[in-house]
Structures are given as C-alpha cells and as structure tokens.
C-alpha cells in the first residue's frame, strides 16, 4: 500500500504533514539575520499572490446566483461568524488557567474565519447534500471572510485584551488590493487558472508552506517552544475537539428545527462547520505581530485536522442514508472514501 493511500485510509491530511514538516524544519534550522529578512518579504509577496489568486479563481456568478436560497446561506454564514466567535467567547473561561494566552487568541482566531471551500463541498456531495448551495455559500464565506474576519479579530481582541491590532493598511495593500485585482483580472486568466489546477494547487501549498517557515522561525528564534508543554497541547486539542463537536451539533438540530430539508441540512452542516487554513495561515500573519504567529496559528493547524477526520466519518454515515439519531455522534463505517487534501 503505497503512503498516499495509507493516509488517506487514517483520514490524514498529507498536506497537513508538510505543514508540520515546515514547523520541523523551522525548529531544527530557523531563518536567521538576512535570511530572515528575504523571509519576510518573501512571505509579503507570497500573500498578495494567494489573495490575487482567490480573486481570480473565484465565481461572482456562483455567489449571485445562490442568493435566491436565502435563508440557507444566511444559516451558514451565521454559523461562520456569528456561532463560532460567540463560542469563542465562552472558551475564555479556559485562560489563562488552562490555555496561555496566544493559544487562546488563536482559537479566538480560528472562530472569525471563512468556511473552506473545497472540502466544504466535497464532504456535501460525498454525503448526498445540496451542492449547488454548498458552492454558493462557501465562495459566499471566502468573499466576505476577507473583509469580515479583520474586523471580528479587531473587535474580539479588543473586547477580551488582546494583543493591540494596527493592521488596517496592512489588510488593504496585502488582502483587498489583491484580491480586488484578481477579481478584476478574472475574465482574461480565469479560463486559463481552471485549465491548470496543478500550477494553481502548487502556488497556493507552495506558498502556504513558506509562510509556514518563516512564521515558526520567527517563534523558534523567541522561544516559542519554551511556551508550550505536552499538557497545554493536550488541552489545546480537546478545546479544537469540543468546539467542532459544539457546531456541528448545533447546525444539524437547528436547520432540522428550521425546517430544511435532509440536502440543506447537510449544506449547512459541512459548510457551517468548516474553517480555511489556506485563508487563515496568511491572515495571521497580516494581523499579528511576527513573534507571536507560531503560536496563534497551532489551533487552526490542529483544528483542520480534526474537522477533516470527524466530518469524513460523518459524511459516510450521511451517504449511508442511516436513519437520524437522537444525538450527532460520528459512526464509523468500513471504508474510507478519498478525501479533500484541501487547507
């Protein structure tokens, strides 16, 4: 069996295990002086382009065209950025006692994010869900996550004395201006970015994992290991855990109390549920000072993983046609489809 497949049969995110081997190579050999300079401008460069590239990939016509399903898309946005800050919020009572601070602004962090895109929906069709809404609402939640998560960051760390955020102009030059320029560039590179997926994939991860590095050579070079224990992970991993379980078991009751129908509800479960590493990982270092990127971005980081395991086992269970349960614990099931290796 060769070690994709392995992988993937574990539910294991091999794009995910680069990211750590980043982390690894980061503590082993950080940037350091002038390296750590090219590093940093590297990583400015590398974020305008993910954020042009969004742009230039994403469909207006997919957004427009799902605003007639409007309570649908209104349940899962509300989900993204109102449900899980407010969860946020009452995570606090884990810190400092349990969690240090800078893990909590990253959990705070993780919950003003955008839905992913990609796995979002390939979990709904894989589980028999409305895909045509899945496309609509995520692309909807990347679209206003670029605007809507600064300002959520802003406000949550303001309100719970967080770290002092002054990254207004920062936001504009390295996430809207590109982003805009993307939109506006897409009738000419649009057909081409679809025709080769590969280039496009590559651009992304490659510059993800160079963020990556030069985030946690960063952290590396001011002790960022020193900061966290096995226990602290340990509880770290158990808050991802709980918080996704919170969501997931809130979308599945509510859009059921809502009165939507099995698809939907499985639209807005997968898409509600979900949050992006790819948008995350370069919003955080936009928004946070260098020093204290390595250990804000470990909650999203464990949190991808997480979400891709749970909501594979229950997007089988969906795709079963079990009938619904009491409760929203995950089944397992003999097999294992291919997943999303998306971030």
């Known amino acids: 069996m060769s070690i994709r497949a392995t992988l993937e049969r574990l539910n294991i995110d091999p794009y995910l295990l680069a990211i750590v081997a ?7 050999l950080p940037a350091r002086g002038a390296a750590a300079v090219g590093f940093g401008h590297a990583t400015t460069i590398a974020i305008g382009l993910l954020f042009f590239l969004y742009g230039a990939r994403l469909s207006r016509e997919a957004v427009v065209q799902g605003l007639s399903n409007w309570r649908l898309h209104a349940t899962i946005l509300l989900s993204s950025f109102v449900l899980f800050p407010l969860l946020g919020i009452g995570f606090r009572v884990l810190s400092p006692e349990l969690l240090s ?4 602004y990253g959990l705070l962090l993780l919950c003003t994010l955008p839905s992913t895109v990609q796995s979002s929906i390939a979990f709904t069709s894989i589980a028999g869900g409305n895909v045509p809404a899945a496309v609509c609402a995520a692309s909807a939640s990347s679209l206003l996550g670029i605007v809507v998560t600064p300002l959520l960051v802003g406000l949550l760390m303001h309100a719970h004395g ?3 955020l002054d990254a207004g102009e920062a936001i504009v030059l390295q996430l809207l201006v590109p982003f805009v320029a993307g939109q506006i560039a897409r009738r000419w590179i649009g057909a081409f970015l679809l025709r080769h997926k590969a280039l496009t994939a590559l651009v992304d991860r490659g510059s993800i994992l160079l963020i990556v590095y030069a985030a946690f050579s960063e952290g590396v070079v001011n002790g960022i290991w020193h900061q966290l224990d096995l226990r602290s992970l340990a509880l770290l991993v158990l808050a991802d855990a709980a918080l996704l ?8 009751f509510g ?3 809502l009165g939507f129908s099995r698809e939907d509800e499985i639209a807005i479960v997968f898409c509600g549920s979900k949050k992006s590493l790819a ?3 370069p919003m955080v270092n936009v928004l946070f000072p260098a020093h204290a990127v390595g250990l804000i971005v470990l ?4 949190f991808h993983q997480i979400q891709l395991m749970v909501c594979a086992t229950l997007a089988r269970r969906y795709a079963a046609g079990l009938p619904r349960r ?7 099931a003999p097999t294992t489809p291919r997943l999303p290796m998306s971030a």
């Open 101 to 104: 601070p800078q893990l909590y």
């Open 279 to 281: 948008a995350g990982i």
């Open 299 to 302: 909650p999203l980081m464990l």
């Open 255 to 257: 859009s059921r109390w």
């Open 326 to 332: 009491t409760d929203t614990t995950p089944m397992l």
């Open 245 to 252: 379980a919170l969501v997931l078991a809130i979308t599945t």
């Open 22 to 28: 980043m982390v690894a190579l980061a503590s082993v």
């Open 162 to 164: 967080g770290v002092s």
